[in-house]
């Protein structure tokens, strides 16, 4: 069992930068490979980045790519994403989640998720 929290979203001027914090509970988050994904108001979820459970791959949304970064810190139990260059269109409700298997795109590959974090892009 992994329960997972987010921290870190918030208000940002178009063009800032955010960083969330995903923590994770149990002595098995080294062994998932973990997950962001993201929900707009009456969109579907969707994914934005996914790092391997070493930290040795990562691999991103075309959206978020070049200006987000996703990394882990094992000895913590605890993924980040560091966001930078922030666009309107990055508003959302922001998930972590952690996945038995590498990387992976859909939700469905994922096991646990933590209850979301908002991140609002003021223009």
């Known amino acids: 069992q992994v329960q997972l929290v987010e921290s870190g979203g918030g208000l940002v001027q178009a063009g800032g930068s955010r960083r969330l914090s995903c923590a994770a509970s149990?002595?098995?988050?080294?062994?998932?490979?973990m997950g962001w994904f993201r929900q707009a108001p009456g969109k579907e979820r969707e994914f934005v980045a996914v790092?391997?459970?070493?930290?040795?791959?990562?691999y991103y949304a075309d959206s978020v790519k070049g200006r987000f970064t996703i990394s882990r810190d094992n000895a913590k139990n605890t993924v980040y994403l560091q966001m930078n260059s922030l666009k309107p269109e990055d508003t959302a409700v922001y998930y972590c989640?952690?996945?038995?298997?590498?990387?992976?795109?859909?939700?469905?590959?994922?096991?646990?998720w933590g209850q979301g974090t908002q991140v609002t892009v003021s223009s």
């Open positions: 989640a952690a996945g038995r298997g590498g990387i992976a795109v859909v939700t469905t590959a994922y096991d646990y």
């Open positions: 149990g002595r098995t988050f080294s062994s998932y490979a």
């Open positions: 790092i391997t459970w070493n930290g040795g791959r990562t």
